[in-house]
T-cell receptor
Framework: DAGVIQSPRHEVTEMGQEVTLRCKPI?????LFWYRQTMMRGLELLIY????????DSGMPEDRFSAKMPNASFSTLKIQPSEPRDSAVYFC????????????????FGSGTRLTVV | QKEVEQNSGPLSVPEGAIASLNCTYS??????FFWYRQYSGKSPELIMS????GDKEDGRFTAQLNKASQYVSLLIRDSQPSDSATYLC???????????FGKGTMLLVSP
């Protein structure tokens, strides 16, 4: 299994530009999570999908952020327009939810996208 | 009060010693607890999970859970320099299907 695949690994963009981060979850996993990690705030949940449906997007900072999961094997996180305070490492993770609140075994994280907005 | 709290460290231990990492959580109804290890510049990787009070051992790692005290810990026996990393505590709160992470404790194991 190739694990959770994220792209790009690094992204440097200018303030005001649109940024799109991509994620391919592990085949057979039905839950996908986008997290953001900074030194100040640690790992913060942005959005959670179950069976391609957004379940909890309460962590999405503001309207500049949007996420989609058009099918079980692909998700995107878009920031438009980007701002310097969006600079962080963005992780995608996937898992298999057996029933509400019960995962087969934790999350598997992708390698992350380091975003720098200048 | 933060939902999941960890001492940021660094916690410095000599090679071969026992490293003890601690985590407290605020939601008394929390049900699932995880420890992740994150090397610098890498993604978190799951090393232990624990769901009931008591100890759970896996090789050199022991997770301990005390729900009454809202406390979970990770012991690493015979610490190795390769154990040097940040250890993240994660909690599944009652009514949620997602994990809330602490900010992590940096562990440094010196040869």
């Amino acid at each position: 299994d190739a694990g959770v695949i994220q792209s790009p690994r690094h992204e440097v963009t200018e303030m005001g530009q649109e940024v799109t981060l991509r994620c391919k979850p592990i085949s057979g996993h039905n839950s996908l999570f986008w997290y953001r990690q900074t030194m100040m705030r640690g790992l913060e949940l942005l959005i959670y999908f179950n069976n391609n449906v957004p379940i909890d997007d309460s962590g999405m900072p503001e309207d500049r952020f949007s996420a989609k999961m058009p099918n079980a094997s692909f998700s995107t996180l878009k920031i438009q327009p980007s701002e310097p305070r969006d600079s962080a490492v963005y992780f995608c993770a996937s898992s298999l939810l057996l029933r509400t609140g019960v995962f087969n075994y934790g999350y598997t994280f992708g390698s992350g996208t380091r975003l720098t907005v200048v | 009060q933060k939902e999941v709290e960890q001492n940021s460290g660094p916690l410095s231990v000599p090679e071969g010693a026992i490293a003890s990492l601690n985590c407290t959580y605020s939601d008394r109804g929390s049900q699932s607890f995880f420890w992740y290890r994150q090397y610098s510049g890498k993604s978190p990787e799951l090393i232990m999970s624990i769901y009931s009070n008591g100890d759970k051992e896996d090789g050199r790692f022991t997770a301990q859970l005390n729900k009454a005290s809202q406390y979970v810990s990770l012991l690493i026996r015979d610490s190795q320099p390769s154990d040097s990393a940040t250890y993240l505590c994660a909690v599944r709160r009652s009514g949620y299907s997602t994990l809330t992470f602490g900010k992590g404790t940096m562990l440094l194991v010196s040869p």
